[in-house]
């Protein structure tokens, strides 16, 4: 249907909504889908599911439902649906997609494994075209098999992702990113590197190839960090000066992949602790009060303009992008590019502490380089990239260790995985915290992880995560091995 008829075709349901109540809804909602307006889809949907008495056409409806509720961002709602589908007998392999997802994302990996088994055996009974209606799904269920199958058990999922991007490269249809991450890590599973590195080398190349990254150019504002704020700058602005009202931050930084999604899970299990993931309300809020500040005289080149009232806008702007609970003392904010704006966090937030996380480099680097991050993570998409970007993060936080002093600690991935109740320990006592038990068994957490992180942090803290990357040392260029 072309946008322009929607009006007229809404009109026509309401008309006959007297006549036809069923017809009338039905055709209400489907319009409201296919015009992506959601909201208004929600409201007549309950309504639907009164009217219609077909258990087969209802256990579709249900299952649209599901993918409403997914567009609207509300995972419960979905999971919820996508269940009351299948218990009306939706025997369809979307269902089993959607449930075999969701199941991982909230850390089920048992009944992930057996949804996804269901979907693949039932693939050979679905056209190409009834697939394409769920291509997102798709895409994040054939990474996730990837990561789910160990051994002999990733071999059938060889065959059905090499089909897949072969059907999709017949029809011209856009690059599949996840497909080939997902293949990478089925070969890898059966212990053929090469073949894994070729793979992860050509996902990346389908999802950076037309974005420029320049290694120089992020070394370049490095340096610039580094000779903007200095000594000079951090001796006359960590003066101590009067809170800043609501809850304590605590920001956990590092290069991805280095262990801050598992510090934060950690840290979440504590009562007082409020988990708020990757955040980018610090960097949203330097942007918003520098556009507006140029006639109060700011300008970051010079940090001896930017004086108390620049502070305070930037912690009433970052408070407002973000829902607090205030009975809790502290939140987390654990986006690792948040290392770039310390400088403000320090001073912006005097009570805020600041969690380091530092992984050894190469597995960091190849772990970022197989990685299908949910954003965009440029340098990761070359090793030699990936690998400057580590050296310049590790250069500057070393250049900010001395000024932050007892506000900032450093949490070694290595010794995280090898020695976790000590170094659990040591992070409670540096924040100030109680040791609760929660926070020593991290995979048990409830809550649902929106990183590349997700299967790592719902698991027991493990000691095999830099052993993974050391076959790959030997298919690595020369070029890339003289990085290490």
């Known amino acids: 249907m ?43 949907f309950p309504r639907l599911l009164e009217l219609i008495k077909d258990p087969k056409e209802l256990a579709e409806y249900w299952y649209l439902y599901g993918e409403l509720h997914v567009a609207l961002g509300d995972e419960t709602a979905a999971v919820s649906a996508f ?60 990474f996730l098999a990837g990561r789910l199958f160990k051994g002999d058990d990733a071999r059938p999922w060889l065959d059905i992702v090499e089909n897949m ?64 704020f200095d000594s000079a700058h951090f001796s006359k602005h960590l003066e101590p000066s009067a809170s800043t009202p609501g809850t304590s931050p605590i920001f956990i930084v590092g290069v991805p992949r280095s262990g801050t999604s598992l510090v934060e899970q950690i840290l979440g299990q504590h009562s007082a602790v409020q ?38 806008a930037i912690v009433e702007d970052y408070r407002g992008r973000i829902e607090l609970d205030p009975a809790v003392p502290f939140h987390t904010n654990k986006l690792p590019s948040n290392l770039l704006y310390l400088w403000l966090a320090a001073r912006a937030f005097p009570q805020a502490k600041i969690v380091h996380c530092q992984r050894e480099k190469f597995p960091t680097v190849m772990s970022c380089f197989a990685t299908h991050f949910r954003g965009v993570q440029p340098f990761s998409g070359d090793v030699k990239d990936c690998a400057d970007f580590y050296d310049d993060c590790i250069n500057l936080m070393s ?46 957490s409830d809550r649902v992880v929106e990183t590349a992180s997700i299967m790592h942090v719902q698991e027991p ?22 990085c290490f």
């Open 2 to 44: 072309k946008s322009g008829n929607f009006a007229a075709a809404e009109q026509a349901c309401r008309q006959q909504m007297q006549s036809d109540p069923v017809a009338a809804t039905e055709s209400l909602v489907r319009i409201y889908l296919a015009s992506k307006n959601y909201d208004r889809a929600r409201m007549f």
């Open 83 to 142: 269940e009351k589908s299948l218990e009306l007998g939706f025997d369809d392999v979307k269902i089993f997609l959607q449930l075999g997802v969701r199941r991982a994302q909230a850390g089920d990996f048992s009944s992930a494994k057996e949804f996804m088994e269901r979907f693949r055996d039932s693939l050979g009974k679905q056209s190409s075209s009834e697939l394409s209606g769920v291509a997102l799904a798709l895409d994040e269920g054939i």
């Open 165 to 228: 991007l072969d059907r999709r490269a017949k029809k011209v249809l856009e690059p599949c990113v996840a497909y080939n991450f997902g293949l990478g890590m089925l070969h890898e599973q059966l212990g053929h590197y090469s073949d894994a590195l070729l793979s992860f080398r050509k996902a990346n190349e389908l999802k950076y190839g037309a974005i420029a990254y320049d290694a120089e150019d992020m070394h370049t504002r490095i340096h610039r960090l580094i000779e903007t």
């Open 275 to 312: 988990p708020m993931g990757e955040i980018t309300a610090l960097g949203d809020a330097l942007k918003k009060v520098k556009g507006s500040g140029a006639s109060a005289g700011w300008d970051l080149e010079h940090p001896e303009t930017l004086d108390g009232q620049f502070y305070e």
């Open 399 to 444: 250049h900010w260790r001395p000024f932050l002093e007892d506000r900032l600690i450093t949490v070694h991935y290595e010794e995280l995985v090898q020695n976790a109740t000590d170094q659990i320990d040591r992070l409670l006592d540096f924040l100030g915290l109680e040791r609760e038990p929660d926070c020593y068994e991290p995979h048990k």
């Open 461 to 482: 803290i493990y000691v095999t995560g830099n052993r993974r990357w050391e076959p790959y040392r030997k298919f690595l260029s020369d070029g890339e091995a003289s």
